[in-house]
């Protein structure tokens, strides 16, 4: 075993390894906020390590890597040969700090050769690497998925993006290209920002591949209550116990999803608004089995991601789905009613009531399609007149008039 790459660690060392990442954190300088809140969850992580270290008299190892994004020092629990946090002989490893020098890609290949070589001198079956806790698969690359892409990977997570369709994952990572150029040309993004951005996200057909060494998995799957529960229940069986587990959604309960997963506690609603690249709030949405844990964990996420969050219970429409869609479903009402035209519509909300966007263009931008689905389960669940969807909007979908994605809604649209 090559001392230089592997060697045992003390609570000390902790303590020095924290003052390193503290001095030599890369990237994210124009965020201050950003950087004080990884500095306070390393400084938890180490006083979490250390109590694990005095409590048990652990071996904790710790190697110097790079995983070609962040420079880092991964390091591995081993008690009595049996790796913490990991369930059966697993190593569990992490890169929750940094070292200056670590950048090739040839040190994170000495560092898999040493710990492979480590493994097997310990009888261990298998060595699972978790290469950053700072991996974040976004499941879905429709309209919200590649929006919650773009922001996780400005963020700095290094994002995979997961869809059964290869053709979307195509046009996502072009519609994020494209929304980068753009904010490039108006001077909100420098082009090496963009180019850092592009380079930490992968696309991915196969789903183990996507959820591989994620710390953070956001489902952004269609409004459909059993495709997500589905999908989520099959994630949960390919992460690890404390990976957090949440999902998109504008209204569906959030609490019937967690119990189709096990360790329900882990689960949270993240919904995010269209556009994701501009629109600055989230709702965390807590399900009756939600951990304090769990919300903590989705608002540090939230802001790092740059968004405002505000937190709700679980209840049909949340806070925000329950209002707009009883105003952008009236809206519709009174276009089927010769009431005005759409745009006036819009204009009367925008200037009348400083929206920055009317309802029948917000429909459009969103999908007529998912505010029917949204409406539909709104008006099953309250049984109030006000979400009973209108004729004309479920006519226009039935003829494919989707909105934007369609080309086609309240407005016509063109690339």
């Given at each position: 075993m090559e001392?230089?790459?592997?060697?045992?660690?003390?609570?000390?060392d902790?303590?020095?390894l924290?003052?390193?990442w503290?001095h030599?954190?890369?990237?994210?300088?124009?965020?201050?906020?950003?950087?004080?809140?990884?500095?306070?969850?390393?400084v938890?992580?180490?006083r979490?390590y250390?109590?694990?270290?005095?409590?048990?008299?652990?071996?904790?190892?710790?190697?110097?890597?790079?995983?070609?994004?962040l420079?880092?020092?991964?390091?591995?629990f081993?008690e009595?040969?049996?790796?913490?946090?990991?369930?059966?002989r697993?190593?569990?490893?992490?890169?929750p700090f940094?070292?200056p020098?670590?950048?090739?890609?040839?040190?994170?290949?000495?560092l898999?050769?040493a710990?492979?070589?480590?493994?097997?001198?310990?009888?261990?079956?298998?060595?699972?690497?978790?290469?950053s806790?700072?991996?974040?698969?976004?499941?879905?690359?429709g309209?919200?998925?590649?929006?919650?892409?773009?922001?996780?990977?400005l963020?700095?997570?290094h994002?995979?993006?997961?869809?059964?369709d290869g053709?979307?994952?195509?046009?996502?990572?072009q519609?994020?290209?494209a929304?980068?150029?753009?904010?490039?040309s108006l001077?909100?993004?420098?082009?090496?920002?963009?180019?850092?951005?592009?380079?930490?996200?992968s696309?991915?057909?196969d789903?183990?591949e996507?959820?591989?060494?994620?710390?953070?998995?956001?489902?952004?799957?269609?409004?459909?209550?059993e495709?997500?529960?589905?999908?989520?229940?099959s994630?949960?069986a390919?992460?690890?116990g404390?990976?957090?587990?949440?999902t998109?959604?504008?209204?569906?309960?959030?609490?019937a999803?967690a119990?189709?997963?096990?360790?329900?506690?882990?689960?949270?609603?993240?919904h995010?608004?269209?556009?994701v690249?501009?629109?600055a709030?989230?709702e965390i949405?807590?399900?009756?089995?939600?951990?304090?844990?769990?919300?903590?964990?989705?608002?540090?996420?939230?802001?790092?991601?740059?968004k405002?969050p505000?937190?709700?219970?679980?209840v049909?429409?949340f806070?925000?789905?329950?209002?707009?869609i009883?105003l952008?479903?009236?809206?519709?009402?009174?276009?089927e009613?010769?009431v005005?035209?759409?745009a006036?519509?819009?204009?009367?909300?925008?200037?009348?009531y400083r929206?920055?966007?009317g309802?029948?263009?917000?429909?459009d931008?969103?999908?007529?399609?998912?505010?029917l689905?949204i409406?539909?389960?709104?008006?099953h669940?309250?049984?109030t007149?006000r979400?009973?969807?209108?004729k004309?909007?479920?006519?226009?979908?039935?003829?494919?008039k989707?909105?934007?994605k369609?080309?086609?809604?309240?407005?016509?649209?063109?690339e």
């Amino acid at each position: 075993m090559e001392e230089s790459i592997l060697r045992e660690a003390t609570v000390d060392d902790l303590d020095e390894l924290v003052a390193l990442w503290a001095h030599y954190v890369r990237g994210h300088q124009h965020n201050p906020a950003y950087r004080q809140l990884t500095k306070d969850a390393l400084v938890h992580r180490r006083r979490a390590y250390a109590a694990y270290i005095e409590r048990t008299d652990a071996t904790v190892f710790v190697l110097a890597c790079s995983d070609g994004g962040l420079d880092g020092m991964i390091t591995c629990f081993v008690e009595d040969n049996v790796p913490y946090f990991q369930p059966g002989r697993y190593a569990r490893v992490q890169t929750p700090f940094v070292r200056p020098g670590a950048r090739r890609r040839g040190n994170l290949r000495r560092l898999l050769r040493a710990a492979t070589r480590w493994a097997r001198e310990e009888g261990m079956t298998e060595m699972r690497l978790w290469m950053s806790p700072e991996t974040l698969a976004v499941l879905g690359a429709g309209t919200m998925g590649h929006g919650i892409a773009q922001i996780a990977a400005l963020a700095g997570y290094h994002t995979h993006l997961f869809d059964v369709d290869g053709d979307a994952l195509v046009r996502a990572v072009q519609r994020i290209d494209a929304n980068l150029g753009k904010g490039v040309s108006l001077g909100k993004l420098d082009e090496a920002l963009r180019q850092e951005a592009l380079e930490r996200i992968s696309t991915h057909l196969d789903l183990d591949e996507a959820v591989d060494a994620a710390h953070f998995v956001i489902e952004a799957a269609p409004e459909r209550l059993e495709l997500k529960c589905d999908l989520l229940a099959s994630v949960a069986a390919r992460v690890p116990g404390d990976a957090l587990l949440a999902t998109n959604t504008s209204s569906l309960s959030i609490s019937a999803i967690a119990r189709a997963v096990p360790a329900p506690e882990r689960v949270v609603g993240m919904h995010f608004f269209n556009p994701v690249h501009i629109m600055a709030l989230l709702e965390i949405v807590r399900a009756e089995t939600t951990s304090t844990e769990t919300v903590d964990r989705a608002l540090a996420v939230a802001r790092r991601l740059g968004k405002t969050p505000i937190v709700v219970n679980d209840v049909p429409g949340f806070a925000s789905s329950r209002l707009g869609i009883a105003l952008g479903l009236e809206a519709i009402r009174m276009v089927e009613e010769g009431v005005a035209s759409a745009a006036d519509i819009d204009t009367a909300m925008e200037l009348g009531y400083r929206h920055p966007m009317g309802p029948l263009r917000l429909t459009d931008l969103v999908g007529l399609d998912v505010r029917l689905d949204i409406a539909r389960y709104l008006y099953h669940e309250l049984g109030t007149a006000r979400f009973e969807p209108p004729k004309l909007l479920e006519r226009m979908v039935e003829e494919g008039k989707l909105g934007k994605k369609s080309g086609e809604g309240f407005y016509r649209w063109e690339e």
